[in-house]
């Protein structure tokens, strides 16, 4: 979940593969001086939720009409959990002006609540009255492939991208949902397209990856894995799966060194000892038979 930091509203994060990914709004107001509204934000970084609705609040209070305040106070609210208190909000800012994220947030809630028709007669408002933006269709779509229709989110995704052909989320979901079809060239075209537009999110680079190797390019798929770690160091499972990559390419070496690193960050996959172990007794052997290539040739070359 993320704030409101400048003059654009940012969207609530919603589950999108393994992890969660941010829709970033389109609707400009001035950019906020408030001191409570910017201490609410800057708590809100660190974690210190209760404290931000408190910092939120009193700039509500300073100025009740604040709809920067208004809204970071409705995601605090929905990250919580306090869904009726995020809705009254998210209402209140809508009978002011027409919010496309504002609507992107009720939607979510009315969804996860089990209010499908409420959800997306929210989300047809939203793309009704915003047709330049591509969000509340590529939304809809995901929210049909959650629930396996995925010609109809296939459709949503196309016509999102009618509207924005630069809209990298759209791409990975459309890429993905081609991955269920086993339509794996369309796969890797889309997911190509997502990281091409945007190259420094790992879920993109990630899911590229699993294309890459499932072709059998592991090359590329190691590529795209180390560029992942690198945004994400802290990611024992992308260094298992670099070891494993290295380890099938026989560079033993790199394998290694990536097994140790998974194992610094997080040592509770017994497979990697399992990998270790291998790597530790093919290289001895072959140690042991270069030895015993280098005892031949002198014991030939000391024949009369």
Not at 214 to 217: L, T
């Given at each position: 979940m993320s704030v409101l930091k400048n003059s654009?509203?940012?969207?609530?994060?919603?589950?999108?593969?393994?992890?969660?990914?941010?829709w970033a709004g389109c609707v400009n107001y001035p950019a906020p001086t408030e001191s409570h509204y910017n201490k609410g934000v800057e708590l809100y970084d660190q974690g210190k939720r209760a404290e931000a609705i408190e910092q939120y609040k009193l700039a509500l209070r300073?100025?009740?009409?604040?709809?920067?305040?208004?809204?970071?106070?409705?995601?605090?609210?929905?990250?919580?959990?306090?869904?009726?208190?995020?809705?009254?909000?998210?209402?209140?800012?809508?009978?002011?002006?027409?919010?496309t994220n504002s609507r992107i947030n009720l939607a979510a809630i009315y969804y996860d609540r089990g209010d499908r028709d409420l959800a997306f007669k929210e989300l047809q408002t939203a793309a009704d009255n915003n047709r330049d933006s591509a969000e509340p269709?590529?939304?809809?779509?995901?929210?049909?492939?959650?629930?396996?229709?995925?010609?109809?989110?296939?459709g949503k995704y196309v016509?999102?991208?009618?509207?924005?052909?630069?809209?990298?989320?759209?791409?990975?979901?459309?890429?993905?949902?081609?991955?269920k079809?086993?339509?794996?060239?369309?796969?890797?075209?889309?997911?190509?397209?997502?990281?091409?537009l945007e190259p420094k999110t790992p879920i993109y680079l990630e899911a590229l990856a699993a294309q890459y190797e499932?072709?059998?390019?592991l090359a590329e798929a190691i590529h795209l894995l180390e560029r992942t770690s690198v945004l994400e160091p802290d990611r024992a499972d992308i260094l298992a799966r670099l070891g494993d990559l290295y380890k099938s390419?026989?560079?033993?070496?790199?394998?290694l060194k990536r097994?140790?690193?998974?194992?610094?960050?997080?040592?509770?996959?017994?497979?990697?000892?399992?990998?270790?172990?291998?790597?530790?007794?093919?290289?001895?052997?072959?140690?042991?038979?270069?030895?015993k290539r280098l005892d031949d040739q002198n014991s030939l070359a000391k024949k009369p």
């Open positions: 654009f509203f940012p969207v609530r994060l919603f589950s999108v593969l393994l992890t969660g990914i941010l300073k100025n009740s009409g604040n709809a920067f305040a208004m809204y970071n106070l409705a995601v605090v609210y929905q990250d919580q959990g306090k869904f009726e208190e995020a809705i009254r909000l998210y209402q209140k800012i809508l009978a002011n002006t027409e919010d269709l590529s939304i809809r779509g995901e929210y049909l492939e959650r629930e396996g229709a995925l010609i109809k989110a296939t016509q999102a991208l009618a509207i924005d052909d630069q809209h990298a989320l759209t791409y990975f979901r459309l890429g993905r949902v081609y991955c079809q086993n339509k794996h060239d369309s796969c890797r075209e889309k997911l190509e397209k997502a990281v091409d499932e072709k059998g390019n390419e026989k560079l033993y070496q790199n394998a097994y140790w690193s998974a194992i610094a960050i997080k040592d509770d996959n017994p497979d990697i000892h399992r990998s270790l172990a291998e790597i530790y007794g093919w290289l001895g052997e072959r140690e042991f038979q270069q030895l």
